[in-house]
């Protein structure tokens, strides 16, 4: 489980995150909803242990956190892709296989750069890829980890309508694994569909958190739709 106790941050005196109070249990998928600059992307990044908190504490639970850093057990994709540029595909995958301390991974990784398009350039330097070909590295170097939690800001951007369809399938089988999964988005309909519970933040502030049978896909496309209209 992981727990969030009055956490806040604050960039240059302006509070980004006000006092969030969050408990995630093990094996549920949370959804993230919020337009535009409502903390988010902080909120992520300090769950993900790669940003700390102005105030609060964040409580992970004692699986997580016996080794001393809990980022060992959180596969964590960004806005950014983090990926060397010049080492090879095959080098930045086997890299993050190691960390990760997995061993015997060369099924596992083949068959992940296949299914994401990128077996056939895995001794090319990640320099020479496209855009959009680095952004699917990014993405399957996430999920060869099997990390106890996974956690995706804005997964499908940067994806076109097939791998997007790849991704999502991969967040679904982790959905049917239990594995501990939370994730942003503003596709509404794909993030209904793959979450237990859902919250809503709104300039810093976590207005609500909804289980799947308290609220209705209809309900949080009204609700999206209010807190993006001017001067909310």
């Known amino acids: 489980m992981i727990k969030l106790l009055k956490v806040g941050k604050v960039y240059h005196s302006r509070p980004a995150l006000k006092r969030v109070d969050l408990g995630i249990e093990n094996g549920t998928m949370l959804t993230i909803f919020g337009p535009n600059g409502a903390g988010k992307t902080t909120l992520l ?8 908190p102005s105030e609060g504490r964040v409580i992970y639970s004692p699986e997580l956190s016996r080794h001393g850093d809990v980022r060992g057990s959180i596969s964590y994709l960004g806005h950014k892709n983090s990926l060397y540029n ?4 095959l080098e930045n995958i ?6 990760f301390g997995r061993k015997n991974g060369k099924e596992v990784i083949e068959m992940t750069l296949r299914e994401f398009g990128l077996w056939e ?3 090319d330097p990640v320099r020479e890829l496209s855009q959009g070909m680095k952004r699917r590295l990014a993405v399957a170097k996430g999920f060869i980890t099997d990390s106890r939690i996974f956690i995706f800001d804005e997964p499908f951007t940067g994806l076109d309508l097939r791998w997007r ?3 999502l399938s991969r967040i679904r089988e982790l959905k049917a694994k239990r594995k501990t999964t939370i994730i942003c988005t503003h596709l509404l309909e794909e993030g209904y569909e793959l979450g237990d519970i859902f919250a809503f933040f709104h300039r810093g502030s976590l207005l609500f958190l909804k289980r799947r049978d308290e609220i209705g896909l209809d309900e949080i496309k009204e609700r999206f739709r209010l807190l993006e209209e001017p001067g909310r």
């Open 121 to 123: 350039r895995r001794r």
């Open 86 to 89: 010049e080492l090879t595909v």
């Open 45 to 52: 990044k300090i769950l993900a242990g790669i940003m700390s």
């Open 94 to 99: 086997n890299f993050v296989f190691r960390l």
């Open 165 to 167: 369809d790849t991704m």
